[in-house]
């Protein structure tokens, strides 16, 4: 982090201009920066969407935190995209108390809304992140799922046509977005993913049935991880400890946790898609 310092200040830099030419340009009575650091306005209201008031970096945690609060205070409202309730989905990372700034819940943001489906798939298998890690998880679930008896989706995450050998259980598919995205989501009977905050938002919306699996190195998303398995008992592996070998047949598969009956509707917050 500390060694990209001086290319975040020349993109908040350019964020800035960017913003203060559009005010200048358009007619806007607004902004809405998406973790953003430089896209606001001392011209009009700005806000800043975060459900990261606690920045977890281990050690350094306290100066993270403190960094990205002081760039809070720079914006009129921070959104937080959760609930201020026993229902949190971010923990501590959100429960924290600031003084000089104005926050508001806004509750669990989703580009998916609920609704039921039948089940063709028996795993989904969502991979992403950076690499090695996203590579080494994809390895991980090659081996492990290998003897596994259902059929298995496996959505690489990779924006290319690169090809690689699976058992001939496995269906893969390169990329994902949207509504093709969401349908092999209700689709399917369980769902492994990382547990990254959009990610746990998206499979609560559905209801899924989830196994976490949070990218080695990442504290926010060993975190949450943990988190959803103390409040809700959605359960997770580390990623060099996946064991997949009790898995027997699709009557195990229910063992797993999920989100439902978890969230008032009432609790979300749904974009409309145009």
Known sequence: MLLKTPSIIKAIIKEKKLVADLIEKETISGV???????????KIPSVFITHQLKVLSGNTTWITSKIHQYIIKKFDECWIPDVASDFS???KLSAVKLKNIKIKHIGILSRFKPQTSSKKHDILVLLSGVEPQRTLFENKILKELSNFKGNVVLVRGVMDN??????????????LLGTDLEKIIIASKLIIARSGYSTIMDLAVLNANVLFVPTLGQFEQEYLAAYLFRKRHIPFF???????SDIKNLNDIGKFGNYSTIFPLEYFSFFERK
């Open 32 to 42: 809405i920066s998406d973790n953003r650091f430089g896209v606001y306005s001392k």
């Open 89 to 91: 989905l971010s923990g």
């Open 162 to 175: 690169s090809e690689i050998k699976t058992p001939a259980n496995f269906k893969v598919i390169n990329y």
């Open 238 to 244: 580390k990623q060099h400890k996946i064991k997949f």
